[in-house]
């Protein structure tokens, strides 16, 4: 079975795509880049159906009748002269942060200030208004996957490296918290603070198996699973009283509301959900599936749509909805990498300095 690597969100969505920038000089993100590098991080085998209603967003004007847009942050990275680092865009417009050897995995907008997740120089860190804070850790190394901000606190959900072995944790205002793996390996991708607990996703190895988890106040509750899969999350929310999840299970893309799984639907040998919103009683999720080639995509209640790219390697890797407008992050591969949002369908070049840019994450402010 393959089993999913500790190499955080970047890695798991964008191996297979940077592999063959790597020979070109394009260079690679997860697979190909330093400190990162790993196997794709699906969970393991087995085919899904094919669904025949594949709904296809054509490029194309955006409708007048649409609400006026939010303001869109947007975290990622770019290569330039070698050297990949982090930025992040507002309403298309880039701005770099410090350091070299950097990436940005996760951006939050509160009190008038940005605050981006990620590393740089192979440490935890995190940025306020491009102000960049290390994080603390015992053992090798640290990383750090997502960020929230909640009643003046910064929380951010990661894992550090402690005697070769990845254990999932928190920092709050950069204090840091072990978290229970229950096994010989754990990794926490995302975080959500709600009424007073803090919750956060990932993996935790029960072996054979790596098994979707979600930890509730640091206890930790395994998410409905096939018996003999691999299984990961890869987002949390608290939405209408509910915990939402998203990840993938034994190549499947699925969600999980309060731990009970719902399978994705998507053409091809496998897919994966990455990212979890709930709005108006309906529940989204952005991905990827692949059918020969990766395609961008989401799902609203299940039902999916494909957002349209150039190229032969395309994912969605992060969604948020307001005023009635689906905004997802992602890339695609049309010669470099390129980063993108869709809004609705309708697909944005972000610009950025150098041959490669990719997105991470993707939140949206009044």
């Known amino acids: 079975m393959v089993k999913p690597s500790g190499i955080g969100i970047l ?4 191996g297979m795509c940077f592999a063959s920038c790597a020979s070109s000089g394009a260079g690679a993100a997860s697979g190909a880049l330093p400190d990162t590098a790993g196997a794709e991080a699906e969970a393991a085998s087995g085919p899904i159906e094919n669904v025949e209603n594949v709904e296809k967003v054509e490029n194309g004007a955006a409708d007048p009748e649409v609400p006026p847009a939010a303001t869109v942050y947007i975290a990622g ?3 330039d002269r070698g050297v990949w680092r982090a930025c992040y865009w507002k309403d298309g417009e880039f701005a770099a942060l410090d350091g070299d050897d950097a990436r940005a995995s996760s951006i939050a907008v509160a009190g008038g200030s940005v605050y981006v997740a990620g590393e740089a120089g192979g440490r935890a860190c995190y940025w306020k208004d491009g102000v960049k804070a290390s994080l603390p850790f015992t053992g090798d190394a640290a990383r750090a996957n997502a960020v929230a901000v909640a ?14 072995v990845w254990r999932a944790c928190y920092w709050k205002d950069g ?3 072990a978290l229970d793996g229950a096994g010989t390996s754990a990794e926490a991708y995302a975080v959500a603070v709600a009424g007073g607990l803090v919750y956060t996703a990932g993996y935790a190895v029960s072996h054979p198996r790596y098994e979707a988890c979600v930890w509730k106040g640091g206890e930790l509750i395994y998410l409905d699973s096939y018996a003999f899969s691999d299984a990961s999350a890869r987002d949390v ?4 009283g ?3 999840s998203a990840g993938a299970d034994d190549r499947t893309a699925c969600y999980w509301q309060d731990g009970v799984k719902t399978e994705l639907p998507a053409s091809g040998t496998s897919a994966q959900a990455v990212s979890i919103a709930v709005a108006g009683g309906s529940v989204y999720a952005a991905g990827y599936y692949s059918d020969g080639s990766r395609n961008a995509c989401y799902w609203k209640n299940s039902a999916v749509t494909l957002l349209p790219a150039s190229g032969t390697e395309a994912a969605a890797v992060s969604i948020a909805v307001a005023g009635g407008s689906v905004y997802a992050a992602g890339y695609y591969k049309d010669g ?3 980063a993108c949002y869709w809004r609705d369908g309708v697909k944005t070049d972000l610009p950025a300095p150098g041959i490669s840019a990719i997105t991470s994450a993707i939140t949206l402010a009044p």
Do not use: F
């Not at 890695?11 to 964008?14: A, D, P, Q, V």
């Not at 929310?237 to 209408?240: C, Q």
């Open 175 to 177: 204090e840091l918290t």
């Open 151 to 164: 009643e003046n606190s910064v929380y951010i959900a990661g894992s550090y490296k402690d005697r070769g």
């Open 242 to 244: 509910s915990v939402y």
């Open 11 to 14: 890695g798991l969505m964008l």
């Open 77 to 79: 990275s770019y290569k």
């Open 336 to 338: 470099s990498v390129r």
């Open 237 to 240: 929310i608290v939405a209408e």
